[in-house]
Structure formats: structure tokens, C-alpha cells
């Protein structure tokens, strides 16, 4: 257990890692969704939010909901940062597509991943919201109502479109967002991506379109990891709120640089 977390230390830039050998094995071993957990609370205590929401936007069976429910759980335990999880999805699958290139319609078509919602539902336990309907509409009924900021957020949803209307979460008047928010992009790296469709189209359309919040990659994340060629590392991203990073005025020394 020393030689780990003098490992995970190591990976850390020297500082050590915050908290309990449990969560610091999770971050520096597991797939990408614990980091990106642990970050968000972490990030969310250096700006003094006591509570997040954790996002999965595309749900299907829920596989990566019910692993999100299972983390959040883990690192509110530890850092004491209330995480709540929502699910967005159709309920019916994979909706009308644009009708060209743009969404992969070699790859999918209209009804793919149908849910079987009344089973989800019994699976999930309170501290995560299914939202069922089209993320056009269910993030703007979401953010108007909208309590705590956007800790993480993990795109699922295969389409351009869909992943353009789901961004918004970031763009919405009255939107809540840390200011740096962990992304996780799922359908970035097959052999069919390129940046002039998909998900990978959303990020630069909307890096385009706005000058708010801007989507870059992760750029340390593989140098915190035991096994840095993971494949899922490559897909995670971070949302920097630019409009707010530039109001902070710094009142402490730099802490430990994650
Ligand atoms: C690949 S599946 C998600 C898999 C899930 N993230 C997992 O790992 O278990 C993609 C999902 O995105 C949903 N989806 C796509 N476009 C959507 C939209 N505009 N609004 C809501 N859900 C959408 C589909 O219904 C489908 O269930």
C-alpha cells in the first residue's frame, strides 16, 4: 500500500493526494469516471460549493449512471461535497437524426439503445434523477430550475446535434457551472470519428460559437495514472468558465496543482 500511494504521490507532482486510500487507488488506477468524481468535488471545495451535479447525458441501460451513482457516493463520503447524479435521455433511443454526415447515420439509426425505463428506475437509488425527453428540451426546463453547479459532466449521446443541444447546459442565462467542470466525450476516438461530425463538431462548434466557456482537452490527466495508455483517458475534457476564471482574484498561495 506505501508503494502506491508514494506512486500515486509521485504522479501528483509531489503533493500528496487528499484523501483515503480507497478514493486515491479509485483516481489513480480505475477507469477515468473516478477522477473525474473526485476532481469535480475537489474543484468544487477550492471555490466553496458545498454541493454539485454530476451529469450523464445519453443513459441507455444506465450502465455508467448506476457506476457515477456508486463513485458520487464514494467521494461525498470523503470530501463531504454533496453530489447529485441526473441521467438525460429520450427514453426511446436515439432520436431524429440531422439527415446527413453530421450524425453517423452509417452508425446509428432512429430507436438504437431503447431504455427500459420502469427497470432503470428501480435500479437507481434517490440521489440520481432520471430527466426522459429530448436534451433540446430537458436541459432548458432543467437549468431553469437549476440549484447546484455543474461539478462533471459525461456525453454520451452519439449525435452532433444532440451533444450541441446538450452543451447548452454551459451556455444557458441561468446556468451554474464550477469553474472548471471534468468532461468525459465517449464517442471521440472510433475509427469512423473526425472532427467534422459528432461529438467531436459539437466541441469545435461550440468553442466557436461562444466566448464563455471554452471545451479543451484534459491535459494532465494521463501523468496522474498507473496505467496512462488507457484508452478513456484520451477522451476526457475540461469546460473552463472563462468569464468567471476572470473575475477570480487570488487570496491564498497557489495550492496543489491538479
Ligand atoms: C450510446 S447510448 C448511451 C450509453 C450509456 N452512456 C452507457 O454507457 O451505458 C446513447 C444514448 O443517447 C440517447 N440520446 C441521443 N440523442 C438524444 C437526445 N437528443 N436527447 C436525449 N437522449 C438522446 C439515446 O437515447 C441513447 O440511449
Redesign the pocket.
Known sequence: MRVIQHFCASRNNGHSLFYSNEVQLEYCFSSSLPARVLTAAHQADQEGASEIAAF??????????LCLEKYAAMVERETGVRIAAYG????????LMSGDYRDHPDQWRVG??L?DEKLLRKRLSGRTTLLI????Q?VLEFVRNIRSHAGFV?L????Y??AM?ALRIFLLARRKMLRRVPMYF?NIDFFFNHKFAGELLAIDQFNLTNKQVKIDRWRVIAKRRVFPESPRLSKMFVAHDLAAISKVALGRLPTSLI
Not at 450523464?56 to 449512471?65: I, N, P, Q, S, T
Not at 438525460?88 to 432520436?95: A, L, Q, S, W, Y
Not at 454520451?156 to 449525435?159: C, E, G, Q
Open positions: 450523464e447525458f445519453g443513459v441507455d441501460r444506465g450502465d455508467e449512471l438525460f435521455d429520450t427514453g426511446k433511443g436515439i432520436p438504437n439503445y431504455m425527453g429530448n436534451v433540446a430537458t459525461a454520451d449521446l452519439d449525435l446535434l444532440s443541444d465517449d
